[in-house]
């Protein structure tokens, strides 16, 4: 697509559900991150993937949290057992190739878990 | 030059010395953010400074902000090898949420601690 793609934009949940995110990045594009950005904050670094391979999952906040990215296209952030602290605008971002300028990032999902 | 631009676009110190970078802009703003980037990973989030603010601390880095000139400094004190990444600096346009997908980006300064 013309832009990096995320559903839904809005996701209100009930503590203890879980969660699938989905960000389809632009065509073309090897890297995708994932981050999430609270109420007046900057962005919080969760994950990148190259491909379909992310090769550092330590920014993701808890075990509860996982990402995978198949076809080296569309990405599912899930978050299992939702807490209310993890409610935030999840931001996906692709850019050509890791380390590539020109980050292009999708209009977020806006998740609140209440 | 573009929003969100850095000077310098490189910069080699030496260990334990002070790095600043700066960053000017055009537009009005909400806020402006520092990011670093370490080679072949994502954007972290070091500092966030709001329009009414002029200075900012946050461990060894110290952000000032210049509303009348439009620029920003960040300086990085006793540096460290591990300090090595690129920075940017990303503002958030005035009236806007300061959303992500709002953030305007510059073009980064290298920086390289030597050891």
């Known amino acids: 697509g013309a832009g990096v793609s995320q559903s839904p934009s809005n996701k209100v949940t009930e503590k203890g559900k879980d969660v699938e995110l989905r960000c389809d990045p632009i065509?073309?594009?090897?890297?995708l991150y994932w981050y999430r950005q609270s109420l007046g904050q900057g962005l919080e670094f969760l994950i990148y993937?190259?491909?379909?391979?992310?090769?550092?999952k330590s920014g993701l906040p808890s075990d509860r949290f996982s990402a995978e990215r198949t076809g080296g296209s569309v990405s599912t952030l899930t978050i299992q057992r939702t807490q209310q602290e993890d409610s935030a605008v999840y931001l996906c971002?692709?850019?050509?190739?890791?380390?590539?300028?020109?980050?292009?990032f999708g209009s977020g999902t806006r998740l609140t878990v209440v | 030059s573009q929003q969100g631009e850095e000077d310098p676009q490189a910069l080699s110190i030496q260990e334990g010395e002070n790095a600043t970078m700066n960053c000017s802009y055009k537009?009005?703003?909400?806020?402006l953010q520092w990011y670093r980037q370490n080679s072949g990973r994502g954007l972290v989030h070091l500092i966030l400074?709001?329009?009414?603010?002029r200075e900012k601390h946050s461990g060894r880095l110290r952000v000032t902000l210049d509303t009348s000139k439009k620029s920003s400094s960040l300086l990085i004190t006793a540096s460290r090898a591990a300090d090595t990444a690129s920075y940017f600096c990303?503002?958030?346009?005035?009236?806007?949420?300061?959303?992500?997908?709002?953030?305007?980006f510059g073009k980064g300064t290298h920086l390289i601690i030597q050891p």
């Open positions: 971002a692709s850019s050509l190739y890791v380390g590539a300028r020109g980050y292009t």
């Open positions: 993937f190259q491909g379909n391979s992310a090769p550092d």
């Open positions: 065509s073309g594009h090897t890297a």
């Open positions: 537009t009005s703003i909400n806020n």
């Open positions: 990303a503002t958030a346009p005035a009236g806007s949420g300061g959303g992500a997908d709002g953030l305007t």
């Open positions: 400074i709001r329009s009414n603010e």
